[in-house]
């Protein structure tokens, strides 16, 4: 017995309405001399969408879905329709340059859903979108701390019916704010979702989410970072921006494919982290008054080394903002811009040709006085920073090494003559950050046992014995309190060591020994080490050792 299946055949006859509908789209780009287009596959630009009123786009049929710079994406039913021809003249007019695309209307029809997705979000000036501020800044003001935060999120997910996931990622987005978080971690395992915050350089867990407000939550973020919502097994990269009262912080998103599900990070980029004052980085006083005379120079390098977040950029921040005066010109070539700077010329690098080395090639076109390249990642852009600092430029760089006196056999590895290299660099220079002590809560406690032997033999190797503090009785613990989120550290500080190239330090490098020999060269300047920077620091009160632990080696 055959039965009819009303729903298949109505299916089919739907997907045939489709298709015919389609190939007609198809015969009427190619009439027009125009290419088609089906919306279904393709990810719609909230950027580009809102340059139509949604009234007018269903009424003239003609949605915009992709924008860069000023040239515009739009998928069109009819290109002969006066409705039409008013939107492209309008936009013309606004110094827009359409790019006309035909679409079906049931392809467009897809595109129009994305409207409902811009009621909480606006345009930037950047081009990214923002989310609206008030709501940021009263969530601030009302939910100062992560334990709130997370009570917060847990409520509004308990009240399944009437949850937004926008109000759970603004609530998110103002806990890191409010924390000065750098990083929201978003992490799927195979029965749950973890959200972190990377605290002072540390992940904290804020809480667990179920996997289906995490699926909403990874498109949101997708949409308002411009990314392919249909694309699962590529990793991807946006951003979107929050304008608040007085800043604008910038969130880059990154989203990587992972064992469960894509997993999620966003960076905040927070002008008010790396906003430092060059005197309140924690760099000791001796090697702050080199720093000085050396990036007075109208020549030559400094060099900034250590790992990646170890507070490189912030310092290089530092260093233009001090030397900075209407009569010279700055140019930086950076990897992102993560804080604007007024009166100096900034340009960021990107995948589509734009490099280190290429931008530092335009930058000496632009006849600057100092140049600051992000970071030196090949021989090539090495030679030309180096050639720099040799015919009139100062230069401000970083290096991935672990000390200072790494730099130079790392700068011989990437094929500089050891010779130029000694008469280029002025001083080199490596970090680290440490979690500073909570002050309403860190507690004090004698020096005793394997903590004391530990300082005491750091110190013994200090060449200046006056920086030495002469009450070497007590140390800090960390306590925790609601104040640093019951971590016991509030805040970070950097650690710092340097080399200045003299007589002695020259020659090692110019026979080319190694990073250690360098190092012996160099200790006659008297300068402290990463770990004596951090002792100091730990007997001040300002860390601990077992921070100082976490980040250098102190029984080297």
Not at 138 to 159: F, G, Q, R
């Amino acid at each position: 017995m055959i039965t009819f299946d009303e729903d298949k055949q109505n299916q089919k006859l739907k997907d045939l309405h489709q298709k015919e509908e389609e190939e007609i789209a198809k015969i009427i780009a190619s009439r027009h001399g125009l290419e088609y287009i089906d919306l279904g596959g393709v990810p719609i630009e909230t950027d580009a969408l809102k340059l139509i009123d949604e009234t007018d786009s269903r009424a003239s049929k003609v949605i915009a879905f992709a924008i860069i710079d000023k040239k515009l994406k739009l998928a069109v039913r009819n290109p002969d329709d006066e409705k039409t021809l008013m939107i492209l003249n309008s936009l013309n007019s606004s110094g827009y340059t359409p790019a006309i695309y035909v679409a079906s209307t049931t392809s467009i029809e897809k595109g129009w859903d994305t409207y409902k997705d811009l009621s909480r979000t606006r345009e930037t000036t950047a081009g990214s979108i923002d989310i609206e501020h008030d709501e940021i800044m009263s969530i601030i003001n009302s939910h100062p701390k992560i334990e709130d935060i997370k009570a917060v999120i847990s409520n509004i997910l308990a009240n399944r019916k009437g949850y937004k996931i926008s109000r759970v990622l603004e609530h998110i987005l103002a806990g890191a704010l409010t924390n000065d978080a750098s990083d929201i971690h978003i992490e799927p395992e195979e029965e749950y979702v973890r959200v972190r915050y990377r605290l002072d350089g540390v992940l904290v867990d804020l809480l667990d989410i179920d996997p289906s407000t995490y699926t909403l939550l990874l498109s949101r973020i997708k949409l308002l970072s411009g990314m392919k919502l249909n694309v699962k097994k590529e990793s991807q990269d946006g951003r979107f921006s929050i304008k608040l009262t007085d800043t604008e912080i910038e969130v880059r998103a990154s989203i990587l494919p992972g064992a469960y599900n894509e997993s999620i990070v966003l960076r905040l980029l927070n002008p008010k982290s790396i906003s430092v004052p060059l005197e309140e980085l924690g760099i000791p006083k001796k090697l702050l008054s080199i720093i000085l005379k050396q990036i007075d120079r109208p020549n030559g390098m400094v060099l900034t080394t250590g790992p990646t977040g170890s507070g490189k950029t912030t310092t290089l921040y530092a260093f233009l903002k001090k030397v900075h005066n209407p009569g010279i010109k700055i140019i930086t070539i950076e990897d992102p811009i993560e804080y604007h700077l007024p009166g100096i010329v900034q340009t960021q690098v990107n995948d589509k040709g734009y490099t280190f080395l290429e931008g530092l090639r335009s930058a000496l076109r632009q006849d600057p006085d100092i140049i600051m390249v992000g970071e030196i990642r090949d021989s090539e852009t090495a030679e030309i920073a180096i050639n720099s600092s040799l015919t009139g430029h100062l230069v401000f760089s970083t290096l991935h090494t672990n000390d200072a006196s790494g730099s130079f056999p790392r700068l011989i590895d990437l094929g500089i003559n050891p010779h130029v290299i000694s008469s280029a660099i002025n001083v080199a220079l490596a970090q680290r950050l440490l979690r500073c002590l909570c002050k309403a809560c860190k507690k004090e406690v004698p020096l005793e046992g394997e903590r004391k032997v530990k300082v005491e033999k750091v110190l013994n190797e200090i060449v200046d014995k006056t920086e030495i503090p002469e009450d070497r009785s007590k140390i800090w613990e960390a306590v925790g309190c609601k104040e640093c989120n019951n971590t016991g550290y509030k805040g970070r500080i950097g650690i710092y060591e340097g080399i200045l190239v003299d007589e002695e330090v020259n020659k090692a490098v110019e026979s080319s020994m190694g990073a250690v020999e360098i190092r012996r060269s160099a200790n006659h300047q008297g300068i402290l080490k990463l770990a004596e920077d951090g002792i100091l620091k730990a007997l001040s009160g300002i860390t601990t050792i077992e921070e100082l632990e976490r980040v250098v080696d102190i029984t080297e």
